[in-house]
């Protein structure tokens, strides 16, 4: 498989499909951030989507394409708390599933406790667990697209994981 500034660079280039397999890679990592604001699935994925195109129609801006991850997630972010300054209350109506989104909704609904959580983390710790755990980037991968030492991701990482573990305990606690 390409590599992400691969797949930035051909779809820069104007090759479509190129842009697809950005999309496929981080569309999981842009609904948690934008549900992670939003608490509401459906508006996450409208959001992640609305930031997608977004992304799609400024790609030419993007000076690193080995950026694209904490790129993306940052358009995602700015769409979510836009949205949620938008959104009016609304009675609760039964939800409805939308055929094959059903998979990440149980994952977001089986790990809300963390996805809330995560929220709470400083951005520059909750990107690079996103990117790591829920993207399955490599250390190095994520250090090249932030454009930091490898050891400082880790550190990160290693920092959230652990104020991530203390927020955790407390909710369980509470």
């Given amino acids: 498989m390409p590599s992400t500034k691969e797949l930035v660079n051909s779809a820069k280039a104007g090759e479509k499909s190129a842009f697809g397999q950005l999309v496929r890679l981080y569309e999981r990592a842009a609904i948690i951030v934008a549900y992670s604001i939003l608490h509401d699935y459906h508006t996450a994925q409208d959001v992640s989507q609305d930031a997608f195109l977004n992304a799609y129609a400024n790609l030419q801006q993007l000076r ?80 090249e697209a932030i454009g930091k030492p490898a050891e400082t991701i880790r550190k990160q990482i290693f920092r959230a994981i652990q104020r991530l573990r203390l927020l955790l305990k407390k909710e369980v606690l509470s």
Avoid: C, M, N
């Fill in 64 to 143: 690193d394409p080995s950026s694209f991850g904490p790129w993306i997630l940052q358009i995602v972010r700015r769409h979510a708390l836009s949205a949620k300054t938008a959104i009016r209350p609304e009675p609760i109506v039964a939800d409805i599933v939308v055929p094959g989104a059903g998979q990440a909704k149980d994952w977001i609904q089986e790990y809300e406790g963390v996805i809330e959580q995560l929220a709470r983390l400083p951005e520059h710790e909750r990107i690079v667990v996103v990117l790591r755990y829920v993207e399955g980037h490599s250390v190095q991968e994520i250090a």
